[in-house]
């Protein structure tokens, strides 16, 4: 595949070997090792949060957040988001409640949300989706209204700021994916971060199958801990990090420059960002006029080498396993007609240059 949908950033292979080198010395490999212990402090200091906790990926994060929260009966989040938000709600017992999204910004809409839902729902779950902050100030609002937790999925908000500060202060817990594909990651893994000192404390029994400092399991809990291998190659890239942010804008910049003149023309539209943040460069989504002509959009790129992908499809509210509640008519069309282009680290502006011709050429050709 000549451009794939993502392609993982990697430090140097010496960098990660010297940690690796430690590991084996110390023969610690996992249970809150010196890797997981400073990789836990150095990204808690990068996001200037106090109660941040490491996890093996970021759907557990979305469960343990649920259990530490307790979390019950019904939630409402967004039918346009990936399966795992869905799925750990399932999983966790919590019946998802589905409300509409903002056809612009492509985030959960709670204006759409009608009284009956919110006074039977225990919590809300956003998702800052392709890292676009949600409107966090009229979910704030609705939560204390209705006495309701609020959890974000942030999978894609590293690096996502609302006025220059993260976005994962907002809520009762914000939760990352920090699997490879994402803009950071180690590997696979996940991370917590939590507004109240107590939800963490909890959450840190939970992931260890719920043992207290006597090692006498007080609470369910169950094995969400991540490896030191996994914690080492995430130490590895956070001297990468301002490299990482500014060259995914600046793709971001190039791609949105290259495809200005199908935006004018009507042909695609691009997600519309929060006017107090800036495109985080996680993700290069573009909306076409139909699904017919996603789909021969899709295979004409496929057959130049250009990976992309529908992401997400389909909308969750109607997904018969999610139990398809609440009427979410933007999000269901949004999922016919998004396409996401090819975005990592090592793209370069001329391979976004060749994206967008053939791109330009499969909407001339289709129309």
Excluded at 230 to 249: N, V
Excluded at 317 to 342: D, F, K, W
Aim: proline share 4%; with cysteine.
């Amino acid at each position: 595949m000549k451009y794939p949908i993502v392609k993982p950033f990697l430090p140097s292979i010496d960098a990660y070997k010297a940690q690796i080198d430690g590991i084996f010395e110390r023969c610690w490999l996992t249970n809150n090792g010196q890797c997981l212990q400073e990789f836990e402090r150095q990204l808690a200091s990068y996001f200037g949060v106090k109660h941040l906790l490491l996890v093996a990926n970021g759907t557990l994060a979305l469960q343990v957040a649920f259990a530490a929260l307790n979390i019950k009966g019904k939630a409402i989040t967004t039918p346009f988001t990936f399966a795992a938000t869905a799925s750990a709600l399932k999983f966790a017992c919590v019946e998802p409640e589905f409300v509409d999204i903002d056809p612009e910004t492509y985030n959960l809409d709670l204006n759409k949300a009608t009284a009956e839902q919110l006074s039977e729902a225990s919590a809300i779950v956003g998702v800052h989706v392709f890292g676009n902050p949600c409107d966090v100030e009229v979910i704030d609002r609705k939560a204390k209204e209705y006495d309701l937790k609020v959890i974000y999925d942030a999978a894609h908000a590293f690096a996502s700021n609302i006025s220059g500060n993260t976005v994962l202060e907002h809520g009762d817990v914000a939760t990352l994916s920090l699997h490879a594909t994402k803009l950071f990651h180690s590997v696979e893994g996940g991370a917590i971060i939590f507004k109240h000192e107590s939800d963490y404390l909890k959450a840190k029994q939970l992931i260890n199958f719920g043992f207290n400092s006597d090692f006498y399991p007080e609470l369910v809990g169950i094995n969400a801990k991540m490896s030191e291998m996994h914690a080492a190659m995430g130490l590895c890239l956070l001297e990468y990090l301002p490299f990482i942010t500014r060259k995914r804008c600046e793709l971001i910049g190039h791609y949105q420059k290259c495809l200005s003149r199908p935006l004018n023309q009507g042909l695609l539209s691009f997600q519309t960002w929060h006017s107090k943040g800036n495109n985080n460069g996680a993700y290069m989504p573009v909306v076409l006029k139909s699904e017919q002509q996603l789909l021969q959009v899709q295979a004409k790129l496929l057959e130049q080498g250009i990976q992309t992908r529908r992401y997400f499809y389909p909308s969750l509210s109607t997904v018969p396993a999610y139990g398809m509640q609440g009427s979410t008519p933007h999000g269901n069309e949004l999922s016919l007609r998004i396409l996401c282009l090819p975005m990592f680290t090592d793209l370069t502006l001329e391979g976004v240059e060749q994206i967008c011709s053939s791109l330009i050429s499969a909407l001339e050709s289709s129309c």
